[in-house]
């Protein structure tokens, strides 16, 4: 696991992640402009446009394949938001569901020792669970054996955010053997923790846009509903909900309270410590798309938790080739080895 390719690579977070176990990102692509220049000020290089638009032979070969292929199309939200729309979703929608074969092109064109893939966690569960049962088909017949989990990263950060995550390793290299995902934290630090001193007042609620969303979740509540804001006290609360591309609209999915004023919204900076970015992380876009960056990435800490599995994995799985190990035996030495610091 020395290289890897980077694809709906967004801001970098998964590039960060694996960059932080020492791999090496020899190509990546993104089609966002914005997300194009955040990449671009952090990792000097911007990357390669729409992958539908990349032949797979101007790929590098690669060990590894990193995909947080676009999300939209199965999660509850944009399901909701489409379906009230008459638009169709998942493998339908022809803008973005179909996306995921384009990972598939690539595997088989470069057959990477293994991959990564993330998305939401509706995704095990869209279409009565069809979608997935496609997904996990395709990737093994390619000649993977593969894994998946939903994780929560609230063990890293003080949000809770469930993502699956699909990992899968060449059945021609190494046995057909379980992968271990990472025993997560149980705790990790709280909303206090990541929160700025000094926060300009305009990320504090106005008096017209705080009573709107008063009101909006009081009609709700009397529906016997739960749509309504997430307010957060930092002196009693530990985690906010989830963070979503749809922050810049209003922030009612996590407003900290403040004494004596209304609730304000994270700060772009806060935003990536809730994903687990590193203060040095460069934002050179404005607000509107460093929020949209922030909801759409990975949680950077959970994923290099991940990476260093995979890692530790493929290192065991090819000693036992080498060695000829029994399975009994090669499964104690990969669990000893993956929970080791």
């Known amino acids: 696991m020395k290289t890897f390719i980077d694809l709906f690579a967004g801001i970098g977070g998964t590039r960060t992640a694996f960059e932080n176990i020492g791999a090496e990102c020899i190509f990546t692509s ?29 790929i590098p070969d690669h060990d590894v394949l990193l995909a947080g292929f676009p999300c939209q199309p199965f999660s509850i939200a944009g399901v909701s938001k489409k379906n009230s729309l008459g638009q169709a979703h998942g493998f ?31 995704l ?47 059945r021609d290299l190494w046995p057909d053997l379980t992968f271990t995902f990472p025993t997560l934290p149980e705790h990790g630090p709280g909303i206090g923790d990541i929160l700025e001193e000094q926060v ?5 609620l106005s008096d017209h846009l705080w009573d709107y969303l008063q009101a909006y979740a009081a009609k709700h509540r009397r529906r016997g509903n739960g749509f309504g804001y997430g307010l957060v006290d930092p002196a009693r609360d530990r985690i906010t909900r989830t963070l979503s591309a749809r922050y810049y609209k209003d922030g009612s999915e996590i407003l900290i309270k403040q004494d004596g004023r209304n609730p304000r919204r994270l700060t772009p900076r806060e935003c990536a410590r809730l ?22 990435s990975v949680v950077v800490p959970l994923v290099e938790d991940i990476a260093r599995a995979m890692q530790v994995w493929c290192a065991a ?17 990969e669990r000893r080895l993956i929970r080791a610091p």
Do not use: C
């Open 275 to 296: 994903m687990g970015f590193p203060d040095n992380f460069i934002i050179p876009v404005s607000d509107t798309q460093a929020y949209r960056q922030f909801g759409n």
């Open 92 to 122: 339908a929608d022809d803008k973005q569901g179909n996306l995921f074969f384009d990972i598939t092109r690539i595997l088989e064109a470069k057959q990477p020792q293994a991959f990564l893939l993330e998305n939401v966690r509706n």
């Open 30 to 58: 993104e089609w966002d402009k914005f997300a194009q220049q955040t990449y671009a000020a952090n990792f000097g290089e911007t990357p390669a446009g729409d992958i539908r638009a990349i032949d797979a032979d101007d």
């Open 200 to 204: 300009d007042d305009k990320y504090t």
């Open 124 to 170: 095990k569960t869209h279409d009565g669970g069809r979608t997935f049962r496609v997904i996990k088909g395709e990737l093994q017949r390619l000649g993977y054996r593969v894994h998946h989990q939903v994780l929560d990263a609230q063990g890293y950060v003080p949000q809770h955010r469930q993502r699956i995550f699909i990992v899968g390793f060449r």
């Open 317 to 333: 799985a090819t000693t036992m080739v080498h060695k000829g190990l029994e399975p009994s035996v090669f499964v104690a030495q």
